[in-house]
Protein backbone atom coordinates (compact mmCIF):
# COMPACT_ATOMS: atom_id res chain seq x y z
CA UNK A 1 0.00 0.00 0.00
CA UNK A 2 1.17 3.15 -0.67
CA UNK A 3 -0.31 6.07 0.57
CA UNK A 4 1.42 9.83 1.08
CA UNK A 5 0.27 12.87 3.54
CA UNK A 6 0.34 16.23 2.70
CA UNK A 7 0.13 19.59 5.14
CA UNK A 8 -0.10 22.16 2.39
CA UNK A 9 1.08 25.57 3.91
CA UNK A 10 2.97 28.50 1.46
CA UNK A 11 5.76 29.17 4.15
CA UNK A 12 6.91 25.52 4.77
CA UNK A 13 4.96 22.28 3.29
CA UNK A 14 5.20 19.02 4.99
CA UNK A 15 5.10 15.58 3.33
CA UNK A 16 5.36 12.25 4.18
CA UNK A 17 5.73 10.28 0.79
CA UNK A 18 5.75 6.75 0.24
CA UNK A 19 8.99 5.93 1.47
CA UNK A 20 7.83 7.42 4.83
CA UNK A 21 10.62 9.60 5.61
CA UNK A 22 8.94 13.23 6.25
CA UNK A 23 10.50 16.25 4.91
CA UNK A 24 9.32 19.57 4.33
CA UNK A 25 8.73 21.87 0.95
CA UNK A 26 9.38 25.34 0.92
CA UNK A 27 9.10 27.84 -2.11
CA UNK A 28 11.96 29.31 -3.72
CA UNK A 29 13.12 32.70 -2.82
CA UNK A 30 11.67 36.09 -4.22
CA UNK A 31 8.34 34.24 -6.00
CA UNK A 32 5.48 35.61 -5.66
CA UNK A 33 2.15 35.27 -7.24
CA UNK A 34 1.00 32.56 -9.70
CA UNK A 35 4.64 31.70 -10.30
CA UNK A 36 5.11 31.10 -6.16
CA UNK A 37 2.00 28.64 -6.07
CA UNK A 38 3.07 26.96 -9.77
CA UNK A 39 6.40 26.32 -8.36
CA UNK A 40 5.06 24.81 -5.22
CA UNK A 41 2.76 22.18 -7.02
CA UNK A 42 5.33 21.25 -9.06
CA UNK A 43 7.72 19.88 -6.39
CA UNK A 44 4.20 18.57 -3.71
CA UNK A 45 3.62 16.88 -7.25
CA UNK A 46 7.14 15.32 -7.70
CA UNK A 47 7.86 14.10 -4.09
CA UNK A 48 4.44 12.72 -4.04
CA UNK A 49 5.02 10.60 -7.35
CA UNK A 50 9.06 10.01 -6.72
CA UNK A 51 7.90 6.01 -5.44
CA UNK A 52 5.04 5.67 -8.03
CA UNK A 53 1.84 6.84 -8.14
CA UNK A 54 0.53 6.10 -4.95
CA UNK A 55 -2.46 4.45 -4.15
CA UNK A 56 -4.48 7.34 -1.90
CA UNK A 57 -2.84 10.51 -0.62
CA UNK A 58 -4.44 12.41 2.68
CA UNK A 59 -4.53 15.52 2.29
CA UNK A 60 -5.27 18.23 5.42
CA UNK A 61 -8.58 20.25 4.70
CA UNK A 62 -8.40 23.95 4.36
CA UNK A 63 -8.81 25.36 8.54
CA UNK A 64 -11.91 27.34 7.73
CA UNK A 65 -11.90 29.21 11.50
CA UNK A 66 -8.73 30.58 10.02
CA UNK A 67 -9.99 31.59 6.82
CA UNK A 68 -9.29 35.55 7.47
CA UNK A 69 -6.01 36.88 7.24
CA UNK A 70 -2.90 37.80 5.13
CA UNK A 71 -2.32 34.93 2.38
CA UNK A 72 -5.66 33.43 3.08
CA UNK A 73 -6.43 33.68 -0.86
CA UNK A 74 -2.82 32.71 -1.76
CA UNK A 75 -3.42 29.16 0.51
CA UNK A 76 -6.49 28.44 -1.15
CA UNK A 77 -5.34 28.62 -4.36
CA UNK A 78 -2.22 26.60 -3.43
CA UNK A 79 -4.73 23.85 -1.58
CA UNK A 80 -7.38 23.88 -4.86
CA UNK A 81 -3.92 23.77 -7.40
CA UNK A 82 -2.58 20.69 -5.58
CA UNK A 83 -6.51 18.98 -5.64
CA UNK A 84 -6.87 19.74 -8.95
CA UNK A 85 -3.27 18.05 -10.36
CA UNK A 86 -3.74 15.22 -8.06
CA UNK A 87 -7.26 15.12 -9.57
CA UNK A 88 -5.87 15.37 -12.82
CA UNK A 89 -2.98 12.73 -12.44
CA UNK A 90 -5.75 10.39 -11.41
CA UNK A 91 -4.02 10.05 -7.91
CA UNK A 92 -7.02 9.31 -5.32
CA UNK A 93 -7.36 11.59 -2.17
CA UNK A 94 -9.12 12.24 0.35
CA UNK A 95 -9.82 15.90 2.97
CA UNK A 96 -9.00 15.53 6.21
CA UNK A 97 -10.05 18.12 8.56
CA UNK A 98 -7.82 19.38 11.01
CA UNK A 99 -10.16 18.80 13.83
CA UNK A 100 -10.57 15.47 12.40
CA UNK A 101 -6.89 14.90 12.25
CA UNK A 102 -6.44 15.78 15.53
CA UNK A 103 -8.83 13.69 17.13
CA UNK A 104 -7.44 10.64 15.01
CA UNK A 105 -3.83 11.09 16.57
CA UNK A 106 -4.62 12.28 20.24
CA UNK A 107 -8.18 11.34 21.05
CA UNK A 108 -8.92 15.27 20.89
CA UNK A 109 -10.48 17.87 18.04
CA UNK A 110 -9.30 20.76 19.62
CA UNK A 111 -5.88 19.22 20.37
CA UNK A 112 -2.47 21.79 19.67
CA UNK A 113 0.86 21.21 17.80
CA UNK A 114 2.37 20.55 20.96
CA UNK A 115 -0.12 17.58 21.15
CA UNK A 116 0.44 16.81 18.01
CA UNK A 117 3.87 15.89 18.63
CA UNK A 118 3.86 14.16 21.60
CA UNK A 119 1.51 11.88 20.40
CA UNK A 120 3.87 11.43 17.33
CA UNK A 121 6.90 10.89 20.08
CA UNK A 122 4.45 8.81 22.37
CA UNK A 123 3.27 6.03 19.48
CA UNK A 124 6.42 5.82 17.57
CA UNK A 125 9.78 7.54 18.99
CA UNK A 126 9.71 9.83 16.61
CA UNK A 127 10.41 13.30 17.31
CA UNK A 128 9.89 15.56 14.32
CA UNK A 129 10.11 19.04 14.97
CA UNK A 130 8.44 20.37 12.19
CA UNK A 131 4.82 20.83 13.01
CA UNK A 132 4.00 20.37 9.09
CA UNK A 133 6.20 17.22 8.94
CA UNK A 134 4.20 15.68 12.23
CA UNK A 135 0.73 16.47 10.74
CA UNK A 136 1.86 14.91 7.65
CA UNK A 137 2.76 11.90 9.29
CA UNK A 138 -0.37 11.48 11.01
CA UNK A 139 -2.48 12.46 7.71
CA UNK A 140 -0.50 9.53 5.91
CA UNK A 141 -0.74 7.21 8.67
CA UNK A 142 -4.52 8.15 8.63
CA UNK A 143 -4.43 7.01 4.45
CA UNK A 144 -2.90 3.76 5.76
CA UNK A 145 -5.45 2.89 8.51
CA UNK A 146 -8.40 3.74 5.88
CA UNK A 147 -7.14 1.06 3.23
CA UNK A 148 -4.60 -1.45 5.67
CA UNK A 149 -3.91 -0.91 8.74
CA UNK A 150 -1.78 1.94 10.26
CA UNK A 151 1.72 1.64 11.31
CA UNK A 152 0.65 2.44 14.78
CA UNK A 153 -1.61 1.00 17.25
CA UNK A 154 -4.43 3.71 18.39
CA UNK A 155 -7.58 3.51 20.27
CA UNK A 156 -10.42 2.34 18.26
CA UNK A 157 -12.42 5.99 19.56
CA UNK A 158 -9.49 7.82 17.56
CA UNK A 159 -9.94 5.15 14.69
CA UNK A 160 -13.39 6.16 14.59
CA UNK A 161 -12.49 9.38 13.70
CA UNK A 162 -11.90 8.51 10.37
CA UNK A 163 -15.23 7.59 9.35
CA UNK A 164 -15.69 11.25 9.19
CA UNK A 165 -13.50 10.72 5.97
CA UNK A 166 -14.82 9.97 2.31
CA UNK A 167 -12.15 8.05 1.69
CA UNK A 168 -11.69 7.11 -2.13
CA UNK A 169 -13.02 3.33 -3.25
CA UNK A 170 -10.26 1.26 -4.56
CA UNK A 171 -9.45 0.89 -7.81
CA UNK A 172 -11.41 4.06 -8.55
Given at each position: MNAVGLDLSLTATGIAPVSGVTLTVQPG??????????????????????????????????????????GHHEAAGLWWQVVC????????????????????????????????????????????????????????????????????????????????????????
Open positions: KGLRGAARLAEMREGILTITTAGGVPDVVAIEGPAYSRALGAALHTAGIPYAVVTPSTLKKYATGRGNATKADMRVALLQRTGLDLRDDNQVDAWWLRCAALDSVCEAPVALPKAQRDALSKVEWPKAGA
